[in-house]
């Protein structure tokens, strides 16, 4: 249910309190629904496994498993369907400090379930494994999990095998992030263009002389598109920089295509980055590759706003002295 919907049927909806591990507060959490969570170990503490294999292709990156990790694979995470029938996990990934777990509630539960009571006790029953490998006589102020969690509503048509490929591909992009730490930090306070940005990504690509900006223009003809098209695919090409806000369908059909095909990109955004910051998708490929380096002159932000026709020229303008400046 959208934040529309559920005002029109009459929930009370409350302002949204920013923060990574809020929950949707007009989602009824003990409906019939299907959930990616991810909890995060205390102070990231690594208790769970430990990364092997390489990226060279013979061992792929994986997690071996602690004894603690073992107890929640084979154990904890069975209970969660013995105390709770109607709920399923179909999916779970243990990574050193944390995990990912995609869980499905078959049918509406009871007056006072919800999912948060389910992962609660899922919580409480770890805590009691991680009491009893340690050796600690009474249970710590703290439990082994940070408090709250994060969740994401499977809400269209394609995300859950993106999860499922999400989930699969963790170890490897956890073993990028080790090896090019620097490609994948948030660093603030970088002058670009004459500007205090916040930045991700290959800041070198802003030395390569040969750029180019993707701005589509509306007094283009087709013939004049395909032209610049066709100019702005051969900077690529030749190993220099295609830099654009990418706001129009054309813009991004440009950059779309520079991706596929392994170019170098610099993409200007509305948005800054929040903390803990990852790219992903075909962007963290990317990033790793050193191909990639993302840019905001302005500070993250959650609300999903609509790029204003002013920040649209501040971005174009950007680009073109990102260019102009070699």
């Known amino acids: 249910m959208t934040r529309e919907e559920a005002i029109a049927a009459g929930m009370e909806v409350h302002e949204i309190q920013h923060s990574m591990k809020r929950r949707t507060p007009w989602h009824n959490y003990s409906r019939k629904g299907t959930y990616m969570l991810t909890l995060v170990v205390r102070e990231r503490m690594v208790l769970l496994g430990t990364l092997r294999g390489c990226l060279d292709g013979h061992v792929m990156p994986y997690v071996e498993l602690s004894a603690l990790g073992n107890a929640i694979v084979k154990e904890e995470q069975k209970k969660i369907n013995l105390f709770y029938p109607l709920v ?48 600690l006589n009474k249970p710590p102020r703290q439990g082994l999990f940070e408090k709250g969690y994060c969740d994401k509503i499977l809400m269209h048509e394609g995300q859950l095998d993106n999860w499922k490929h999400y989930l699969d591909d ?31 990504g290959n800041r070198f690509l802003l030395d390569i002389p040969d750029k180019v900006a993707v ?47 392994g170019y170098n990109i610099i993409l200007l955004r509305e948005n800054g980055f929040p903390e803990l910051y990852k790219p992903s998708g075909e962007a963290f490929d990317a990033c790793a590759k050193g191909v990639l380096l993302q840019i905001s002159p302005w500070d993250f932000h959650y609300d999903r706003r609509v790029i204003t026709r002013e920040q649209c020229f501040h971005l174009n303008a950007m680009a073109e002295r990102i260019v102009d400046n070699g």
């Open 170 to 200: 963790n170890p490897r992009r956890l073993m990028m992030k080790r090896q090019n730490p620097e490609l994948f930090s948030v660093l603030t306070g970088i002058e670009v263009a004459g500007e205090q940005c916040q930045v991700v």
């Open 88 to 135: 399923e996990v179909w999916k779970l990934c243990i990574m050193p400090d944390h995990l990912h777990m995609i869980v499905r509630i078959k049918e509406n539960m009871g007056e006072n379930e919800h999912l948060g009571k389910v992962v609660a006790g899922f919580k409480s029953g770890c805590n009691n494994v991680y009491w009893k490998l340690f050796n």
């Open 215 to 261: 701005i589509v223009h509306r007094r283009y003809t087709d013939e004049e598109n395909a032209r610049m098209r066709e100019e702005w695919l051969a900077c690529g090409e030749r190993g220099g920089v295609l830099v654009s806000a990418a706001v129009s369908p054309k813009e991004k059909d440009v950059l779309r295509e520079a991706m596929n095909r």
